[in-house]
């Protein structure tokens, strides 16, 4: 698997744990903090459309998405762990993941010094390199999560760019050519998960 921040979630994850138990016990359930992460990212995601010319704003955006990861971990130790795995589990959990990205992600197409159809094509890339990640299963394969634009190396690039326009710097070269380099790689990601999908596929099948 290509490096991605993707690669830490186990780490993360332990650090994590103390808190999903004492979730458990206060009777909080996998899909209701999927459905609370994602209630949550429409609503930033939305507010930051709306009033996009007020960049302080956009300093919520690297704490929302770092809270959101951990969320994430959050509900997925609560099904694996707590016995509350569920079909609904899977289908709420990779439908608000994409959901939740496009909101985050559009407010960048508000912003004068970002091209509207670039962003565009990045939020349609994410979604279809998710697409790629879960019709592995189909075939036999793991769920991908292959980078090297994954979402959580999305989560660091958008809170790093939330950030710098919250804090005023002003829209460099690097900054106009963000969003072509961050397709560029999605695509290597979609590439990435297809190819080692198929391998492992192929692999299991020789097994039977």
């Known amino acids: 698997m290509p490096i991605t921040i993707y690669a830490l979630k186990s780490r993360f994850q332990a650090l994590l744990r103390p808190l999903v138990r004492v979730l458990h016990g206060l009777g ?11 209630a ?10 709306r009033w996009s010319e007020h960049r302080r704003l956009f300093l919520l955006l690297p704490a929302l998405l ?14 694996r762990e707590f016995g509350q795995k569920s079909n609904l589990g899977a289908f709420l959990n990779e439908l608000t993941d994409v959901l939740s990205d496009a909101a985050l992600y559009l407010p960048f197409a508000f912003l004068p010094h970002f091209n509207w159809l670039e962003v565009t094509l990045v939020i349609f ?18 769920r991908r999560y292959d980078g090297p634009m ?27 050519g963000i969003f072509p380099v961050i397709a560029l790689l999605l695509g290597v990601t979609i590439i990435n998960r297809i190819r080692t999908a198929l391998a492992q596929g192929d692999s299991e099948s020789d097994r039977i």
């Open 125 to 142: 890339l994410a979604m279809v390199s998710e697409m790629a990640g879960t019709v592995a299963v189909m075939i036999g394969a793991t």
């Open 28 to 38: 909080v359930t996998a899909n209701g903090v999927t459905l609370a992460a994602c």
């Open 66 to 79: 770092f809270i959101r990861m951990a969320l994430n971990a959050i509900d997925g130790m609560l099904a």
């Open 40 to 49: 949550v990212s429409l609503l930033l995601g939305a507010a930051l459309c």
């Open 150 to 176: 994954g979402k959580s190396d999305r989560a660091f690039v958008f809170g790093a760019l939330g950030l710098a326009i919250g804090l005023g710097m002003q829209p460099a070269g690097w900054q106009r």
